[in-house]
T-cell receptor, first 111, second 112 residues
Framework: SQQGEEDPQALSIQEGENATMNCSYKTSINNLQWYRQNSGRGLVHLILIRSNEREKHSGRLRVTLDTSKKSSSLLITASRAADTASYFCATPIQGAQKLVFGQGTRLTINP | DTAVSQTPKYLVTQMGNDKSIKCEQNLGHDTMYWYKQDSKKFLKIMFSYNNKELIINETVPNRFSPKSPDKAHLNLHINSLELGDSAVYFC???????????FGNGTRLTVT
């Protein structure tokens, strides 16, 4: 079964608005990663948050992690048309040496 | 200066054929992976190699055979292709197994 699940599956907002995507996972983790995938391209790593961190920022991105609820959120502020993409959370499965991805949130930014 | 490159980008073939996808990374990473992304964008790990040794084989049919001639290359050979093999296949690499992955741009395989 999937380790991470994103919510919502699709999100459409106006340029300039903020976009929030959520990720829930099932097992204990030592980090959680967010990736972006533009249409027809490979995934690109955005940000990694460790299990002992609660919040992390990178430019217009803000990631939070709540290990008690086994959830994370990705906030993109002041969205731009170029942010249109699918966003995935991923967690390493401890002991299994693999990174497992959720099904992604498809974000559309309308000009 | 491409970090992870895979070829070909598109592959259209008939059922029953055998095909290969090649992957190379110039990042000096020790671990390489093959992932399969289906039409619903679900990304599932197939194999991972660490320093040319297989460490994960995620219950993939044995028609799929990865080969790692050195730690910078991980190729995927698929025998007797089936319609259900149609998907986008991504190669990726990482320094260690829980560090960020660097992905290639994918190979879209269509089996007719």
């Amino acid at each position: 079964s999937q380790q991470g699940e994103e919510d919502p599956q699709a999100l459409s907002i106006q340029e300039g608005e903020n976009a929030t995507m959520n990720c829930s996972y099932k097992t204990s983790i030592n980090n959680l990663q967010w990736y972006r995938q533009n249409s027809g391209r490979g995934l690109v790593h955005l940000i990694l948050i460790r299990s002992n961190e609660r919040e992390k920022h990178s430019g217009r991105l803000r990631v939070t992690l709540d290990t008690s609820k086994k959830s994370s959120s990705l906030l993109i502020t002041a969205s731009r048309a170029a942010d249109t993409a699918s966003y995935f959370c991923a967690t390493p499965i401890q002991g299994a040496q693999k990174l497992v991805f959720g099904q992604g949130t498809r974000l559309t930014i309308n000009p | 200066d491409t970090a992870v490159s895979q070829t070909p980008k598109y592959l259209v073939t008939q059922m029953g054929n055998d095909k290969s996808i090649k992957c190379e990374q110039n990042l000096g990473h020790d671990t390489m992976y093959w992932y399969k992304q289906d039409s619903k964008k679900f990304l599932k790990i197939m194999f991972s190699y660490n320093n040319k040794e297989l460490i994960i084989n995620e219950t993939v049919p044995n028609r799929f055979s990865p080969k790692s001639p050195d730690k910078a290359h991980l190729n995927l050979h698929i025998n007797s292709l089936e319609l259900g093999d149609s998907a986008v296949y991504f190669c990726a690499s990482s320094q260690v197994t829980d560090s960020p992955l660097h992905f290639g741009n994918g190979t879209r395989l269509t089996v007719t």
